[in-house]
């Protein structure tokens, strides 16, 4: 009895010692086949040029140029395109060449010259200013409407500071037209230093004036220098700050006075013309009907009066006292009687 106790008891223990070297075999099968399975669906992705990544990338939404949308649904508004086209243009004109590209007019496009205007501006464009903030633009709108035709265009200039020195951008895009569907897009796209806007918007006048206020042409050229619709144009000549607009600005033989001074010698002359005569060339004369004279200031901040006329030395009507940034319409210095 005491043999047979024995032999069962090591009967049940190396029952136990089977079941649980079946179980511990199957747990390992079971882990090997998990791995098995990641290994053969990680092999099956690569086969297939699969992975996560890529099915992500698919999801991703086609880029589409904005003309190409705003020809499928206008944009709500002049403000609202010409802020669209600006933040677009930054956002690629220093990262990507060929996004930058589709924010142009299908026309400027597929002009022969287009390609090397962008390298120009590219090569020109200051380093870093694409991320300069961009200030809200109001985008007034420009209806053109005759027959059947209609277009809508929006300008605007504005300017941006990096590394203590002035940009001035100018913008002109096309949002809607009806006839000529080619010209939605940006039409023209401008960065110039202080003195570049200066001379630029000094030599637009000109243009105008010479072409009876018709403009039709992409590129202008004025005594040398030429400007196209894309374009970085810098210059150094002199200029001033004055009523928040940049001025050509030179010494003249006029002798700087007092408001009061000024105001009286107008009151004799009358006439730009007269007033040269009398005083000395203004500093800055934009050809515009305005010309401006420096004037003794109370405290070091420059001060000056702007003389509006009818033609370049022709009658003068005002004359306002103004600083860098502003103008005092209020007071005038000189009022035709």
């Not at 669209?84 to 990262?95: I, R």
């Not at 022969?112 to 380093?127: I, N, Q, S, Y």
């Not at 960065?191 to 105008?208: E, P, T």
């Not at 050229?221 to 001025?247: A, H, K, W």
């Amino acid at each position: 009895m005491l043999f047979k106790s024995i032999s069962g008891s090591a009967y049940t223990k190396s029952k136990t010692s089977v079941i649980r070297y079946v179980q511990l075999l199957i747990l390992i099968m079971l882990i090997l086949s998990g791995m098995l399975f990641s290994s053969c669906s990680s092999v099956s992705k690569l086969v297939s040029g699969s992975n996560d990544d890529t099915t992500s990338d698919t999801k991703k939404e086609k880029f589409i140029p904005f003309p190409e949308k705003w020809l499928e649904h206008r944009p709500g508004g002049s403000k609202a395109a010409l802020n669209q086209a600006v933040q677009e243009l930054f956002q690629y004109v220093e990262t990507d060449r060929e996004k930058f590209e589709s924010c142009f007019a299908k026309r400027l496009r597929n002009e022969d010259t287009f390609k090397g205007f962008v390298d120009e501006f590219l090569r020109a464009f200051p380093k870093g200013l694409s991320q300069c903030t961009i200030p809200e633009l109001s985008g007034h709108p420009d209806k053109i409407a005759k027959g059947d035709q209609l277009r809508l265009n929006t300008t605007e200039s504005f300017r941006v500071t990096l590394n203590n020195e002035t940009y001035f951008i100018s913008v002109l895009i096309c949002y809607h037209d009806k006839t000529n569907p080619e010209n939605v897009g940006v039409n023209e796209f401008r960065v110039m230093n202080q003195s570049g806007w200066s001379r630029y918007y000094a030599d637009m006048l000109d243009v105008i004036q010479n072409s009876s206020g018709k403009i039709k042409q992409n590129s202008y050229t004025v005594d040398g220098r030429t400007y196209n619709y894309l374009q970085c144009f810098y210059s150094d000549e002199p200029t001033r700050m004055i009523n928040g607009f940049p001025q050509l600005w030179k010494e003249t033989d006029y002798q700087v006075m007092t408001a009061d001074e000024l105001s009286a010698v107008m009151k004799e002359s009358q006439t730009i013309y007269d007033l040269v005569k009398k005083i000395g060339q203004p500093n800055s004369n934009t050809n515009a009907g305005r010309s401006y004279y420096e004037i003794k200031s109370d405290n070091n901040a420059p001060l000056y009066v702007e003389i509006v006329s009818d033609e370049t030395y022709g009658t003068i009507y005002w004359a306002y006292k103004c600083d860098a940034e502003t103008i005092n319409y209020d007071d005038p210095v000189y009022k035709k009687q």
